[in-house]
Each structure stands twice: as C-alpha cells, then as structure tokens.
C-alpha cells in the first residue's frame, strides 16, 4: 500500500525567498507534529530567520504532505486537522480528493469532507480480480460452487466502472 503521509514524520524544509536570492539555502527542516496549528508554525519559522526583519518564508521540500496542501510559499490552514485522523481515515480522505479531484482549499472545517469520504469508500484492492471476489463474497450474487470457472478480472472490472478509483482505493460515487 502505497503511505501518502505519515503524522509522526510531515516536515518542512524553511528558508527564505532574501536566503535563496542571495546564494543561501540556510533553513531547516520542521515537524509540523511539532506544532499544534499554523500560526505556531510561522512562528517557528520567524524564531528561526529571526535575522530577517520580514521574512518571506520559502518551503524548499517537504515530506509526508500531501499534493495540494503545501506549496513553495503557503501552507493549507487545516493540515493540522488532516494530521490529527487516524491513519486510515487520513489514506481514505488523501484518496478520495485525489480520486474526486476536490479541492482542500474549499473546506473550513474537514469534518464533513472526511464523512463524506468514508460513506463513499468501498475498500483498497491490489487489482480488480480482489475487487471482484471481495464484491461477489459480499453480495452472494454468485454461488461457492462456480468461483473457481469465473474470470475475476472481468467480473471486478464490471464493478470498478461504476467506482471513482485512486492508487487501488475505490469509492462509489452514488452512496
């Protein structure tokens, strides 16, 4: 299974935008785990380039975050949120953006996103013959005895055309 982020493990390489225009690539690597919100975050960051009168905060690299919640110079206000899911819901929430291609930036407040998501979560299958076997066991439209003469591929792929799927995640959109 493919890990989209680890909680304990998310971080930030911050330098500045004067840093780097000037030939330095001074900074230093941030756990956000560190920090419980972001205003605490960019406080860390002005503590560290505290040599700067205003400094413009340039995230360099990062690791453990998500595509679409941080960029070279912001950082989406609810990653703490994000961060604070158990894993599993986190997987769900991070597969289902990237399946339905929702936007974080359009969410106050994730609950209901991460609701939303796992209503719509139908599992995590490595190829559509898991995906098949997994459906025809829980509907029982198919008896014991004929399992061993069905091609599951084909029968999962039946399946996955009606699913929005990322990275082997599937969610039907119609729950």
Same mark, same amino acid.
């Given at each position: 299974?493919?890990?989209?982020?680890?909680?304990?493990?998310?971080?930030?390489?911050?330098?500045?935008?004067?840093?780097?225009?000037?030939?330095?690539?001074?900074?230093?690597?941030?756990?956000?785990?560190?920090?419980?919100?972001?205003?605490?975050?960019?406080?860390?960051?002005?503590?560290?380039?505290?040599?700067?009168?205003?400094?413009?905060?340039?995230?360099?690299? =990062?690791? /453990? $975050?998500?595509?679409?919640?941080? +960029?070279? @110079? &912001?950082?989406?206000?609810?990653?703490?949120?994000?961060?604070?899911?158990?894993?599993?819901?986190?997987?769900?929430?991070?597969?289902?953006?990237?399946?339905?291609?929702?936007?974080?930036?359009?969410?106050?407040?994730?609950?209901?996103?991460?609701?939303?998501?796992?209503?719509?979560?139908?599992?995590?299958?490595?190829?559509?013959?898991?995906?098949?076997?997994?459906?025809?066991?829980?509907?029982?439209?198919?008896?014991?005895?004929? =399992?061993? /003469? $069905?091609?599951?591929?084909?029968? +999962?792929? @039946? &399946?996955?055309?009606?699913?929005?799927?990322?990275?082997?995640?599937?969610?039907?959109?119609?729950?």
């Amino acid at each position: 299974m493919k890990e989209i982020y680890s909680t304990a493990d998310a971080a930030v390489y911050v330098g500045t935008y004067a840093k780097y225009n000037n030939g330095s690539l001074f900074g230093k690597w941030l756990k956000l785990a560190d920090y419980s919100d972001k205003e605490e975050f960019y406080e860390a960051c002005r503590e560290l380039h505290k040599d700067e009168e205003d400094p413009e905060f340039m995230f360099q690299d =990062w690791e /453990y $975050i998500p595509e679409g919640l941080i +960029g070279e @110079s &912001w950082i989406y206000e609810n990653v703490w949120s994000i961060m604070e899911l158990d894993d599993d819901d986190a997987e769900i929430l991070m597969h289902y953006c990237s399946a339905f291609s929702v936007d974080f930036t359009d969410y106050d407040d994730i609950t209901d996103l991460v609701r939303e998501a796992k209503e719509k979560y139908v599992g995590h299958y490595d190829n559509v013959s898991e995906l098949g076997e997994e459906m025809a066991s829980v509907i029982g439209d198919i008896p014991e005895s004929l =399992w061993y /003469y $069905i091609d599951w591929e084909k029968y +999962g792929q @039946s &399946w996955a055309e009606d699913y929005y799927e990322d990275d082997g995640y599937y969610f039907d959109p119609n729950r």
